[in-house]
């Protein structure tokens, strides 16, 4: 069984820039999840989602938005890009109530 | 507000010896617990789950115990190896929601 991907895997933006990020989860998992990791804040929820629609959302400014697609496929963007919104961006997977998380191996944002 | 610790945030060991890595958490009213491994610049590989009804987890030289009325976690790692190097997170689960809240994670380096 296939694991979590995340594309593009590697992103330089320029501050004031937008991007988007993909994340398709395990065949068979509905809810997908999305973690921003710095190396001074760690890992932090952005936003959770489950049959497209939005279950839970982390403390992150209004820039910060996501959607999950029929197919269970989620993305997230980032609108006018900050030096701190670099980042290792994660997604993970699961199960609605089985609470295992899977995740993928991260999108790595550079904004300069 | 849940917090997650994770004490020391490095440790370094000779090949073969047991160790013992602590998660701390804010909050008895803990749905789950689980162990991440993260190597560097990769995503996060599950390692062990406990839910809030059980005590421990054993996964090959991996045990993890779940001690709610402490607040505690441990990871017990038998005859350490240095494929075992890596940052370990914990993270504490929540019911009604897959959102995990992290610790900052212990940097393991076993040598040779």
């Known amino acids: 069984k296939a694991g979590v991907t995340q594309t593009p895997r590697y992103l330089i933006k320029t501050r004031g820039q937008q991007v988007t990020l993909s994340c398709s989860p395990i065949?068979?998992?509905?809810?997908v999840s999305w973690y921003q990791q710095t190396p001074g804040q760690g890992l932090q929820f952005l936003f959770e989602?489950?049959?497209?629609?939005?279950?839970n959302k982390g403390n992150f400014p209004g820039r910060f938005s996501g959607r999950q697609f029929s197919n269970s496929r989620s993305e997230m963007n980032v609108s006018t890009l900050e030096l701190g919104d670099s980042a290792l961006y994660l997604c993970?997977?699961?199960?609605?109530?089985?609470?295992?998380?899977?995740f993928g191996p991260g999108t790595r944002l550079t904004v300069t | 507000k849940q917090e997650v610790t994770q004490i020391p945030a490095a440790l370094s060991v000779p090949e073969g010896e047991n160790l013992v890595l602590n998660c701390s958490f804010t909050?008895?009213?803990?749905?789950?617990l689980q162990w991440f491994r993260q190597d560097p610049g990769k995503g996060l590989t599950s390692l062990l789950l406990?839910?809030?009804?059980?005590r421990e987890q054993t996964s090959g030289r991996l045990n993890a115990s779940l001690d709610k009325s402490s607040g505690r976690s441990t990871l017990y790692i038998a005859a350490s190896q240095p494929g075992d190097s890596a940052t370990y997170l914990c993270?504490?689960?929540?019911?009604?929601?897959?959102?995990?809240?992290f610790g900052k994670g212990t940097k393991l380096t076993v040598n040779p």
């Open positions: 909050d008895s009213a803990i749905y789950n």
């Open positions: 065949s068979g998992h509905r809810s």
């Open positions: 993970a997977s699961s199960h609605l109530w089985s609470y295992e998380q899977y």
């Open positions: 993270a504490r689960g929540q019911g009604g929601s897959e959102k995990l809240v």
């Open positions: 989602y489950f049959s497209e629609t939005q279950r």
């Open positions: 406990i839910q809030s009804s059980q």
